[in-house]
């Protein structure tokens, strides 16, 4: 497929997705990454189950970058992590006329040995959520619930 051409660029990184709707559900999105996903609109608003949403990959952008953040930043301290999960929701509701997220909450819990330090990881989430890319650039306010736990 043609690429459409886009003005923008510059910066550090860029990156590039695209998409496409012959009008039909569900469409197909192109990732820089190599991925290809169907998606739709959510089934609450007559799309198709089982696919991605806009609503879905806003949500998940931010769990996932946090969870690569935190990757990194636990890696470069030398941290020993045993298991990382997340759960993201966001809330949607009607703000000044205009219906978008208006909160997201993040809970996160995190497995560690014995052995590793439980404050060295707070410090290393603490860096992941002032870091991660994608929370820092959305508007709406993060809300994180972080539970470190021992094996």
């Given at each position: 497929m043609?690429?459409?051409?886009?003005?923008?660029?510059?910066g550090?990184?860029?990156?590039?997705?695209?998409?496409?709707?012959?009008?039909?559900?569900?469409?197909?999105?192109?990732?820089?990454?190599?991925?290809?996903?169907?998606?739709?609109?959510?089934?609450?608003?007559?799309?198709?189950?089982?696919?991605?949403?806009?609503?879905?990959?806003?949500?998940s952008?931010?769990?996932t970058?946090l969870?690569?953040?935190?990757?990194?930043?636990a890696?470069?301290?030398?941290?020993?992590?045993?298991?990382?999960?997340?759960e993201?929701?966001?809330?949607?509701?009607?703000?000044n006329?205009?219906?978008?997220?208006?909160?997201i909450?993040?809970?996160?819990r995190i497995?560690?040995p014995?052995?590793?330090?439980?404050?060295?990881v707070?410090?290393?989430?603490?860096?992941?959520?002032?870091?991660?890319?994608?929370?820092?650039?959305?508007?709406s306010p993060?809300e994180?619930?972080?539970?470190?736990?021992?094996?």
């Amino acid at each position: 497929m043609k690429h459409i051409s886009v003005n923008g660029g510059g910066g550090l990184e860029t990156f590039t997705s695209r998409l496409v709707l012959d009008m039909n559900w569900p469409g197909k999105l192109y990732t820089q990454n190599g991925l290809t996903l169907d998606f739709s609109k959510p089934p609450e608003y007559r799309g198709i189950r089982n696919t991605m949403s806009p609503e879905d990959a806003f949500v998940s952008s931010i769990i996932t970058c946090l969870a690569c953040t935190f990757d990194s930043i636990a890696t470069k301290m030398r941290l020993k992590v045993s298991r990382y999960e997340s759960e993201g929701t966001g809330t949607v509701d009607n703000v000044n006329g205009v219906v978008k997220f208006s909160k997201i909450t993040v809970g996160v819990r995190i497995v560690i040995p014995k052995e590793t330090n439980r404050d060295s990881v707070k410090k290393a989430i603490e860096r992941a959520q002032a870091n991660c890319l994608v929370s820092v650039s959305v508007s709406s306010p993060i809300e994180y619930n972080v539970e470190i736990l021992s094996e």
